[in-house]
Antibody
Framework: QLQLQESGPGLVKPSETLSLTCTVS??????????WGWIRQPPGKGLEWIGS???????YYNPSLKSRVTISVDTSKNQFSLKLSSVTAADTAVYYC????????????WGQGTLVTVSS | QSVLTQPPSVSGAPGQRVTISCTGSSSNIGAGYDVHWYQQLPGTAPKLLIYGNSNRPSGVPDRFSGSKSGTSASLAITGLQAEDEADYYCQSYDSSLSGPLYVFGTGTKVTVL
């Protein structure tokens, strides 16, 4: 059974960089059939796609966040990571990592999510 | 920034049928891209409920069904049960001028009366 697990600091100061890692177990991140993505959900609000990456390193970012986002992949560790720079309180959210089926583009497996609070 | 519009809430009594609409545009649903649906129980991660407009992943009850027409899609829940009380989101792909992106609906809270 595929599992995804987010890890990283739960508290980040304003103007600093948010960094999270997603560890994939029960399957290979190098599968050609899938992308890997990050989605966030501010408290009490809806879902927002942040960006996605293919095992080869090709990335796709939400245009509204593109200037601040970097997603990378480490196939040797079966992990992919998110960096979001210059954070503000508006970036406070639960951050999810997920697997994206490449053909029909659905998020078919999700991590449990991790709350990141931006506060001084 | 959601480009897919859903009703904020729907409700129904146990056993009833409820439907949730998801309205998009010519750059996403209307362009032929698939619509997927997710169920988010309180305090948990979203779970894929319907993929490719009308397909159920293994383990999803057949009480849940999806359809798509034109620039809109719908999720139907028949025989509503207490455990169906959750938030539901549609999702598609948008080929906007600013770049391709994955888009989610605004979300709908289903209340079982």
């Amino acid at each position: 059974q595929l599992q995804l697990q987010e890890s990283g600091p739960g508290l980040v100061k304003p103007s600093e960089t948010l960094s999270l890692t997603c560890t994939v177990s029960g399957g290979s991140i190098s599968s050609s059939s899938y992308y890997w993505g990050w989605i966030r959900q501010p408290p009490g609000k809806g879902l927002e796609w942040i960006g996605s990456i293919y095992y080869s390193g090709s990335t796709y970012y939400n245009p509204s966040l593109k200037s601040r986002v970097t997603i990378s992949v480490d196939t040797s560790k079966n992990q992919f990571s998110l960096k979001l720079s210059s954070v503000t309180a508006a970036d406070t959210a639960v951050y999810y990592c997920a697997r994206v089926a490449a053909v029909r583009i659905q998020f078919d497996y999700w991590g449990q999510g991790t709350l990141v609070t931006v506060s001084s | 920034q959601s480009v897919l519009t859903q009703p904020p809430s729907v409700s129904g009594a146990p056993g009833q049928r409820v439907t949730i609409s998801c309205t998009g545009s010519s750059s996403n649903i209307g362009a032929g891209y698939d619509v997927h649906w997710y169920q988010q129980l309180p305090g948990t991660a979203p779970k894929l409920l319907i993929y490719g407009n009308s397909n159920r992943p293994s383990g999803v009850p057949d009480r849940f069904s999806g359809s798509k027409s034109g620039t809109s899609a719908s999720l139907a829940i028949t025989g509503l049960q207490a455990e169906d009380e959750a938030d539901y989101y549609c999702q598609s792909y948008d080929s906007s001028l600013s770049g391709p992106l994955y888009v989610f609906g605004t979300g709908t809270k289903v209340t079982v009366l």
